[in-house]
């Protein structure tokens, strides 16, 4: 798995062309995609440390936050199984899971709660509060707990089908849950109410560990692979093809070996990409 940490906009002018290049890349030659936005974390920093006297966040802070999303989703965690030992799940078996189709690489990871150090022994949590906030979190493709729409719900509990509130479509999703006294049941529940893309619900894994994230006695990992996980590349692409065509900054890259034929071919890939997510939303 590699990560890409792209921001929407930027002052660096060939941000674009870069995110571009590394993503088709990247689609060609690893299993999966980790997508980590640095304006989104960015945002849950500042949330989170509203009063480190500094005007700017750093990228230890940034790194430091995003490490504890994927560290939560990658420590070892196990199936439990009634009246079976549980079995400890491989990487293998998560990508396996996550990916099932070569065409559908990027995934997109989630945690509940987010609480910043200070406050973590003060946090009284229920694994009810943490299911239901962190589905919701995966329905409108969030990183943040605040803010959230209760009205997207998928069609199989509003009984209705309205597009006009778009939910973020699943192909698959890992849930992990950490902590002593896990109810796994209650999150299964829960979790098996998702807008899954051709309605297969079988695709949600559960992921358990007894020991404590932290310093938090109960916490919920979401890492999917869902329709909204593209949503970004429709402007990458807008943005990306206005400044190949006017051929803007292409000499940075040329002095590099890089030529025209190379962007064009990584511009089909990622075109691919982008229509193949936005399938999944239709």
Not at 21 to 49: E, K, P, V
Not at 169 to 189: A, H, M, W, Y
Not at 237 to 243: A, E, T, Y
Request: charged share 20%; aromatic share 10%.
């Amino acid at each position: 798995s590699s990560g890409i940490n792209a921001e929407y906009g930027g002052e660096v002018s060939v941000q674009g062309y870069n995110i571009l290049l590394s993503l088709s890349a990247l689609y060609q030659n690893s299993d999966s995609i980790t997508l980590s936005q640095n304006d989104q974390y960015q945002g849950l920093c500042r949330r989170l440390l509203p009063n480190n006297g500094k005007d700017c966040i750093s990228f230890n802070e940034i790194n430091s936050l995003m490490s504890s999303h994927l560290a939560g989703i990658l420590l070892p965690s196990s199936i439990i199984k009634e009246e079976e030992e549980p079995v400890q799940i491989e990487i293998d078996q998560v990508i396996e899971h996550l990916v099932p189709h070569p065409a559908y690489k990027l995934l997109s990871c989630r945690m509940m709660p987010v609480v910043s150090e200070h406050s973590r022994e003060f946090t009284n949590t229920t694994w009810d509060m943490l299911s239901k906030y962190s589905r919701q979190m995966l329905f409108q493709n969030s990183i943040k707990d605040e803010g959230l729409l209760w009205n997207i719900r998928p069609a199989s509990e509003t009984g209705t089908c309205n597009r006009q509130t778009s939910i973020n479509r699943s192909i698959s999703n890992f849930v992990v849950c950490r902590g002593s006294k896990t109810l796994l049941p209650q999150i299964e529940d829960r979790y098996s109410v998702v807008d899954m893309y051709r309605g297969d619900r079988t695709k949600v894994m559960f992921g358990y560990c007894k020991h404590d994230f932290g310093k938090l006695d109960k916490s919920v990992f979401v890492m999917s692979n869902a329709a909204q996980n593209g949503a970004f590349l429709e402007k990458l692409l807008v943005d990306s093809w206005r400044k190949f065509n006017a051929k803007a900054f292409l000499y940075q890259y040329e002095n590099f070996g890089l030529g025209s034929d190379w962007f064009l071919d990584s511009f089909n890939i990622m075109e691919k990409v982008n229509l193949d997510y936005r399938a999944i939303s239709s």
